[in-house]
């Protein structure tokens, strides 16, 4: 893959995580004042954001090793993201239909950088040889 399609599908998926965290930051805004509310909204927005940072400083990694490191936080501080957010539907403080098109969201972001990952730990591993 060319270096400017790479960098157009890194600017992509940056946005991509970026319009998902703002999702959230509304969703949060929208919690009721229940004080597990407050704490599970916390920590979504925590993982969320996190995602969001990690996936722009993975883009401008300086090792090989730096950027399996980086896209492993942004796997699994997405997953922890689908994490909370079963909790918010399981608790019924939001309606778990409401939260589904940000699960549905959050499950392609880790599916693509679970993918990712195992390509780039591949890579890795071939380059060693």
């Known amino acids: ?35 597990e509310a407050s704490m ?17 400083a993975m883009c401008r990694a300086r090792s090989a090793a730096e950027f399996v490191a980086k896209l492993s936080i942004c796997v699994e501080e997405g997953d922890e993201a689908i994490g909370w957010l079963e909790l918010l539907g399981d608790y019924e403080i939001v309606s778990p239909e409401r939260l589904k098109p940000l699960m549905r969201e959050y499950d392609e972001i880790v599916a693509q950088l679970a993918t990712a990952r195992r390509t780039a730990i591949e890579n890795q591993r071939k380059q060693k040889k």
């Open 40 to 56: 599970v909204g916390r920590q979504l927005l925590r993982c969320t954001s996190s995602v969001c940072i990690n996936y722009r």
């Open 1 to 35: 893959m060319a270096d400017n399609q790479k960098a157009e599908r890194n600017e992509a998926f940056r946005q991509r995580t970026r319009a998902a965290a703002v999702r959230v930051m509304a969703l949060f805004r929208q919690l009721p004042a229940a004080p």
